[in-house]
């Protein structure tokens, strides 16, 4: 156990068989616009890097991974500060179908303001799936259809989600240390 963790929230077995749970579902999901080459993945980086790179590889279908990446929690903060930067949306999305994979849906707004901007951009069809959703009153309505987990308002590390940059690489998903948040 890492200094900075109060406990384990979700353990890495527990994560591995809900990857794999959720992957079997989008496959059934997503055949479709993979079998007529519609199908585009958007990973939203940094957080979602483990989990994606877990979770698509239960996906047997045909696609192009288009990662971006986007800031909402900069530095020491804890609370969403909405995005605060982004890289540009990759070309070629006019009619496609976006999966849109992120770590965490909290406040809802990062999700949000990227559906908004797919659909901008052309998308025909925007899912989100994310590995948590945390269990509060969302500032943006976020129509999420993948999820992995429901977890409590509580800040958490590991598995790709990080404190100022850290603790990403840490196989279980944990509970911070209220002592860590400065
Ligand atoms: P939203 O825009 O408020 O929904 O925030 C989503 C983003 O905030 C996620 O992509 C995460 O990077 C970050 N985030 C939200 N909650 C946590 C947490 O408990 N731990 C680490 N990052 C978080
Ligand atoms: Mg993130």
Avoid: W
């Amino acid at each position: 156990m890492y200094d900075a963790v109060d406990r384990i929230l979700i353990d890495r077995d527990s994560i591995a068989d809900r990857v794999e749970q959720l992957g079997q579902q989008l496959v059934s999901g997503l055949r479709p616009a993979a079998a007529a080459g519609r199908l585009v993945v958007l990973p939203v980086m940094t957080g979602s890097l483990f989990f994606t790179a877990d979770l698509l590889r239960h996906l047997p279908l045909s696609f192009r991974i288009q990662p971006i990446t986007v800031s909402s929690y900069p530095g020491r903060s804890t609370t969403s500060q909405g995005i605060v930067g982004q890289t540009p949306l990759p070309p070629g999305l006019d009619g496609a179908t976006v999966l849109l994979i992120d770590d965490i849906l909290d406040s809802g707004r990062t999700m949000g303001h990227l559906c908004e901007q797919l659909k901008t951009a052309g998308a025909a069809d925007v899912r989100c799936c994310v590995l948590l959703r945390k269990d509060i009153a969302r500032a943006v309505e976020v129509d999420c259809e993948y999820v992995g987990f429901d977890i409590p308002e509580v800040f958490v590390v590991g598995y790709g989600l990080d404190y100022d940059g850290l603790y990403r690489n840490m196989p279980d998903i944990s509970v911070l240390k209220s002592s860590v948040i400065s």
